[in-house]
């Protein structure tokens, strides 16, 4: 629990800190001349999956103590969902994100097949 909350506080400081660089060099319209950091974004997709694991341990985690020293009637702490309700939203969600998956692949063929722009 230590450990996951501080890996999520220090990887939101370095996302802050990478947002606020790459932000002010895109400004000054040098982002395209620095390679450096366009290398040190490339991991910061990565880096983001590993802050929503450590949150959501963090979240689901934190409140287990609390059930378990009886603080926290475990009937209040559980979810009242069935089994169906959860399967049934979840398929949901496949089934949105394969959609959009599909949208955005066809939308980056198309947009491979154009081509670059001219620049005047």
């Given at each position: 629990?230590?450990y996951?909350?501080?890996?999520?506080?220090?990887?939101?400081?370095?996302?802050i800190?990478?947002?606020?660089?790459?932000?002010?060099?895109?400004?000054?319209?040098?982002?395209?001349?620095?390679?450096w950091?366009?290398?040190?974004?490339l991991?910061?997709f990565?880096?983001?999956?590993?802050?929503?694991?450590?949150?959501?341990?963090?979240?689901?985690?934190?409140?287990?103590?609390?059930?378990?020293q009886?603080?926290?009637?475990?009937?209040?702490?559980?979810?009242?969902?069935?089994?169906?309700?959860?399967?049934?939203?979840f398929f949901?969600?496949?089934?949105?994100?394969?959609?959009?998956?599909?949208a955005?692949?066809?939308?980056?063929?198309t947009?491979?097949?154009?081509?670059?722009?001219?620049?005047?």
């Open positions: 629990m230590f996951s909350f501080h890996t999520m506080v220090i990887l939101a400081s370095l996302f800190a990478v947002f606020a660089l790459f932000l002010f060099f895109t400004l000054k319209g040098k982002i395209e001349q620095l390679k950091l366009l290398i040190i974004g991991p910061m990565f880096l983001g999956i590993l802050a929503q694991e450590t949150g959501w341990a963090v979240a689901e985690v934190g409140r287990q103590p609390w059930a378990i009886d603080m926290l009637p475990v009937s209040i702490a559980r979810t009242n969902l069935d089994t169906g309700t959860v399967a049934t939203t949901m969600f496949v089934v949105l994100f394969t959609v959009l998956l599909i955005e692949v066809k939308i980056m063929i947009q491979i097949k154009k081509g670059p722009e001219e620049v005047k």
